[in-house]
């Protein structure tokens, strides 16, 4: 697991290596994809349930990131925390709706609240802060690693997760050979059965 306490990556994960040492080399990247993305969807949701109820616009910057396997180097990257997998465009559209609510509920528009952008803070806390005309704006305390006790709560069923994902894509995928395979024996049966019924009619 990576130190950073905005995100985890899944390499630490001994487990995790383990299992995919259980798939065949040759298949690893075909099938493995499905087995991290239900891994890390059970992860961000761990995370998420380490912050109070309260905290709707904080949960949602919680999210992952994967990218498929690079078939020459064959590495993959996979993480989970604050913004991971996120675009700008996703965060400022986060950011724009924890605004447009607390300024529906009369709150301070001043006080931007916990979301998206400053997610960050309540995680890491700050040093003391100051608007731009000199107001005070305090600091927020030291860390809050729910990235590291969400992944350590969740990791259990998050490798659950990802042998049950693993296996439903495997079963998929030899259901898929076998159908080939039958077509390809019904192709050459009905060959044969038109070259002996023309024979036949010699």
């Known amino acids: 697991m990576a130190n950073s306490i905005l995100e985890v990556a899944i390499s630490g ?18 099938i493995a994809p ?15 349930a380490e912050l109070p109820s309260k905290m709707k616009d904080a949960r949602k910057s919680i999210g992952w990131g994967f990218k498929k396997f690079n078939k020459r180097t064959g590495e993959v990257h996979a993480k989970v925390g ?9 965060q400022e559209q986060l950011a724009n709706e924890a ?27 700050t040093d003391p802060r100051s608007t731009k005309l000199g107001h005070n704006r305090g ?15 969740s990791r259990h069923a998050a490798l659950a997760k990802f042998q049950e994902n693993v296996k439903k894509d495997m079963k998929k995928r030899v259901a898929k050979q076998r159908k080939k395979a039958r077509g390809r024996i019904s192709k050459s049966v009905i060959r044969s059965t038109k070259s002996g019924i023309a024979g036949l009619l010699k």
């Open 139 to 153: 600091k927020m305390k030291t860390k809050h690693p729910i990235v590291r006790d969400g992944h350590s709560k």
């Open 13 to 30: 994960d001994q487990a995790l290596l383990n299992a995919m040492k259980e798939i065949r080399e040759d298949m690893v990247d075909k």
């Open 34 to 48: 499905a087995g991290i993305r239900g891994y890390l969807q059970v992860v961000a949701k761990g995370i998420k």
């Open 99 to 125: 605004a447009s609510k607390r300024r529906a509920a009369g709150k301070n528009p001043g006080s931007k609240g916990i979301s998206v952008k400053n997610m960050m803070w309540w995680i890491e806390g």
């Open 82 to 90: 604050v913004k991971a997998g996120m675009k700008k465009a996703k």
